[in-house]
């Protein structure tokens, strides 16, 4: 295979961006196109390659969007031969397998607020294999020394700080500070990004309050539906470090495709994290 197709990944991947990647995996009988053949369609419906005729191009880049927002493979199965190739325009017939995969970056968390509950989070999502960005407003000592773990500490003086960030469809946004006025700036902000999670923590009345703030500030329903919040997945968690493991399990099942979606939290669910964190 050329290695164009690698290089367009790269270059998707460097600006930001994600994708999805077709390959024909299996041909029976006469296709448009030898197995190994690759396909990329990017997040906004650019593409490049070629799987061999408009009918299978078209189905992938239909198919695209579900793979990135799964983030899971999938198969697809053509068969060409007959009426089916005639209705692709093809005068090749067989059966073709394709196989979709999405092209994304290695997950990045930020976590805005890095005290009691802040930090044991960053330790264990890089553990967890994400990159981590440890942005914080209070915390004079924090440093590489003190939390080696952090790939990026950010010693913010104000929420443009995390507005100067890379947020992408692969950024985890989690707010854990302890200050309710701030948590609402700091999720405005993240609600304006791509970020592919977001998360807050804090009690369902603590949720209710930003959510009114925010909703006069023009935030609309689809946007506050993306947050999860209280944020974590309901283990009985007390302590702060047992709170950081409700919020990585919660990460990594949204990361893996076993998350039913962002917490309902304009419906009433049940709570998975109800606790405000511990002042510093």
Do not use: N, W
Not at 141 to 162: G, K, M, N, Y
Not at 193 to 204: E, H, L
């Amino acid at each position: 295979m050329s290695e164009t197709i690698y290089e367009k990944i790269l270059e998707l991947l460097r600006s930001g961006r994600e994708g999805v990647l077709a390959t024909i995996v299996g041909v029976d009988g006469s296709a448009p196109q030898k197995a190994g053949a690759k396909f990329l369609v990017s997040d906004d419906g650019e593409t490049f390659g070629t799987i061999g005729g408009r009918h299978l191009e078209r189905v992938v880049v239909k198919e695209a969007p579900s793979v990135l927002r799964d983030r899971r493979p999938k198969r697809l199965t053509f068969t060409l031969d007959g009426a089916g190739a005639e209705t692709a325009g093809l005068i090749c017939g067989g059966d073709v397998e394709v196989y979709l995969e999405p092209v994304t970056r290695e997950p990045r968390l930020i976590v805005v607020g890095v005290g009691h509950i802040g930090r044991p989070l960053v330790r264990m999502a890089k553990q967890a294999g994400f990159e981590v960005v440890a942005l914080d407003e209070a915390a004079s000592d924090l440093t590489a020394e003190t939390l080696p773990e952090a790939d990026r500490i950010v010693l913010a003086e104000d929420v443009s700080e995390f507005d100067r960030l890379t947020v992408d469809r692969s950024t985890f946004v989690v707010v854990v500070t302890s200050g309710h006025k701030r948590d609402e700036e700091y999720l405005a902000s993240a609600l304006r990004t791509r970020a592919g999670y977001i998360g807050m923590i804090g009690s369902r009345a603590k949720r209710d309050h930003a959510f009114a703030k925010l909703r006069e500030a023009g935030v609309t329903e689809d946007d506050l539906r993306r947050v999860h919040s209280p944020v974590g997945i309901d283990i009985g968690s007390v302590t702060p470090g047992e709170i950081a493991v409700s919020i990585l399990a919660e990460m990594i099942a949204e990361r893996r495709g076993k998350s039913p979606g962002p917490f309902a939290s304009l419906s009433g669910a049940a709570s998975a994290a109800p606790r405000e964190e511990p002042s510093r």
